[in-house]
């Protein structure tokens, strides 16, 4: 506040100049000194404010951060489940396709060789031919096989 014309007048005329001029230090001496103490009191309110909201912030985010990891866990299970019982679906679906198949297969080929032994007993000898055919066959590979282990088993100079 700015001391009136009317102020200095009297402290001039009373040839207190000095304690004029002394008052008006003091008063922005008072100035100062509040917005240093409202200063201080902004920052003494904000590290409280801090050492308040520190643990709360601190608790919080945890909170924030588990919940997050949850979702995930939650999230990564679901496709997790979802995939092992889709293999699950899958196999099982090989499965019976397969077992289906074997299971036709079977009379299939015992069918296939009831026809193929009827007729080879069908014509006079032909069973007899066949099986001379084939135990020669049989006769030639064991000869193979067995040229070429003493083929090997020699050593070549």
């Known amino acids: 506040m700015q001391p009136s014309f009317f102020q200095r007048a009297g402290y001039n005329h009373k040839d207190e100049f000095s304690t004029f001029v002394l008052l008006?230090?003091?008063?922005?001496?008072?100035?100062?000194?509040i917005a240093w103490k409202a200063k201080l009191h902004c920052y003494w309110r904000n590290a409280k404010a801090k050492f308040i909201q520190h643990p709360f912030v601190a608790w919080y985010d945890g909170r924030k951060t588990k919940t997050v990891?949850?979702?995930?866990?939650?999230?990564?299970?679901y496709i997790a489940k979802k995939l092992v019982s889709q293999r699950r679906l899958q196999l099982f679906s090989q499965r019976k396709i397969k077992f289906f198949l074997?299971?036709?297969?079977?009379?299939?080929?015992?069918?296939?060789?009831?026809?193929?032994?009827?007729?080879?007993?069908?014509?006079?000898k032909r069973l007899l031919r066949h099986s001379m055919d084939n135990g020669n066959q049989i006769r030639l590979e064991r000869l193979k096989s067995l040229e070429r282990r003493r083929h090997l088993g020699s050593s070549n100079i």
């Open 69 to 77: 990891e949850k979702l995930q866990m939650k999230g990564r299970s």
């Open 24 to 33: 008006g230090c003091l008063r922005e001496k008072d100035k100062e000194e």
């Open 102 to 124: 074997v299971h036709a297969m079977v009379h299939r080929h015992f069918n296939a060789r009831k026809i193929a032994f009827f007729w080879l007993k069908a014509r006079h």
